[in-house]
């Protein structure tokens, strides 16, 4: 069975490096009312959208695939599409000061509009959406230049995000018909890295306090989504700051949507931070997979990336350094960098019905998470409870932060990545699971978990915007 996608085959990734990149699974979707097959494009609403695309190639080593704006006959937007294996951004930016490029831009600044997802059929699963309740945006309908022909459609999701659902079987062009394929002009060094990331892992929505699990139903009503992981109460928190996640993901794991809320505390969440300065839900990070984080970390810096500061004591405290067992990299090489380790020992195998109820955690051999740096944990205590969620298992470790132990990043408004790295071939989730076998050692859940699926992995986190 053929699970890799056209543009996965295109970055010449295989089975293999998607299962540790990504957590990538098979999945029949011949049942399933809406099934997906991976991303499509994480499209943006900049102000500068030449300026950005200039950014994105120079710095964070994307190339340019293709182009639409007033050359090309859309007088609306500028449209610079950026590849880099895997992962496809679209950066729009409005020509036409009544453009809906410029009106979002507006009310929420530079960020993401559209979560566009490859679906194998549109009108069905526009159909089901339908359905179950859904928000159509925009109907099925088809698009076609002289490289063939599109089938798309929307639903519209959390705030004034939507997810574009995209049939592309039937084309061959650069990436939507009214795009010219366009390439990177960018001279890069001899010995600069073919790409710094291969795949897109995840993108986290914020919501309103009290409307995370009403946005899980959604995904797994409409979607036919599962749950992954959750995170609730004092799971993530300190004195000062929490908030509430629980991940979401397709019946392949290919797309996973972590969703937050924020939980009450001394002082104003990230979460809260986030509703304010963007002025209501939206996307507020996404990961981005690389399989050399020492690498790409070494040269974003050398670029003029600035990346989150780690306390030294993340690295030096015996109780994480007993946890986390050996590194296949030096402790010194993750101090020097500023890059995040953790390990935990749950794969989450077994298929849920759609409804999102029944088992979902078995026990496994050691597989690793990674975090993102939207939070720092130096230390945390773990303590056994049960669970009555129906998304996990009976009993589940809960990690809460030591007091002044955690410190949280303001986010603004802008959205951040998150760079994680595996190393070894596992079919595991790639974000941890709230189930633990006994005896395993315990997982940190540190504020917007970050994914990879190996023994042991890492990660960092940037300001994207």
Not at 220 to 229: D, K, V
Request: glycine share 8%; net charge neutral.
């Amino acid at each position: 069975m053929d699970i890799l996608t056209d543009s996965e085959k295109l970055a010449d990734l295989d089975a293999a490096a998607l299962r540790r990149l990504v957590g990538l699974v098979e999945h029949d979707d011949s049942a399933d009312p809406f099934p997906v097959t991976g991303w499509d494009a994480v499209v943006w609403a900049v102000g500068n959208a030449t300026q950005a695309a200039q950014l994105y190639q120079v710095v964070y080593g994307m190339e340019l695939v293709a182009y639409s704006g007033p050359e090309t006959g859309n007088r609306d937007h500028h449209s610079y599409v950026l590849r880099s294996g895997a992962v496809r951004f679209e950066l729009r930016g409005a020509v036409d000061p009544d453009s809906p490029v410029a009106d979002h831009h507006r009310r929420h600044g530079d960020g993401i509009v559209d979560i566009a997802l490859e679906v194998p059929d549109v009108d069905r699963c526009i159909a089901h959406a339908r359905a179950q309740g859904a928000t159509v945006m925009v109907e099925p309908h088809d698009t076609t230049d002289e490289h063939g022909t599109v089938r798309s459609a929307a639903i519209a999701t959390y705030g004034d995000t939507r997810h574009t659902l995209v049939d592309r079987s039937r084309y061959t062009g650069p990436y939507l018909p009214g795009h010219v394929a366009r390439s990177s002009s960018v001279d890069r060094p001899a010995d600069a890295p073919r790409r710094l990331f291969q795949a897109l892992d995840h993108v986290v929505g914020n919501v309103e306090y009290g409307r995370m699990d009403s946005w899980v139903d959604f995904y797994h009503r409409i979607m036919g989504f599962t749950n992954m992981a959750e995170f609730i109460g004092d799971d993530i928190a300190t004195d000062y700051s929490a908030l509430m996640s629980k991940v979401v993901a397709s019946g392949n794991h290919r797309v996973k949507f972590p969703l937050n809320e924020p939980s009450p505390g001394r002082r104003k969440s990230q979460i809260d931070e986030y509703l304010d300065f963007h002025r209501g839900p939206g996307a507020q990070h996404l990961a981005l997979a690389t399989n050399d984080i020492l690498t790409t970390v070494d040269v974003l810096r050398s670029r003029g990336v600035e990346f989150l500061d780690t306390p030294d004591a993340y690295y030096s405290d015996p109780e994480l350094r007993a946890r986390i067992g050996s590194v296949r990299v030096p402790i010194a090489e993750l101090a020097s960098r500023g890059i995040l380790v953790d390990r935990t020992a749950i794969c989450c195998r077994s298929s849920p019905s759609r409804s999102g109820t029944g088992p979902r955690c078995s026990s496994s051999s050691s597989s690793g998470t990674a975090r993102s740096a939207s939070a720092r944990a130096t230390s945390r205590r773990c303590s056994r409870r049960s669970s009555g969620s129906r998304s996990a298992a009976a009993t589940s470790d809960r990690c809460v932060s030591g007091p002044g132990q955690s410190r949280i990043r303001r986010q603004g408004r802008s959205a951040s990545i998150a760079y994680a790295s595996s190393s070894s071939v596992r079919s595991s989730p790639t974000v941890p699971s709230r189930c633990t076998p006994t005896g395993s050692p315990p997982a940190v859940a540190p504020a917007g978990s970050a994914t990879a699926g190996a023994p042991a992995t890492l990660a960092s986190g940037v300001n994207a915007t």
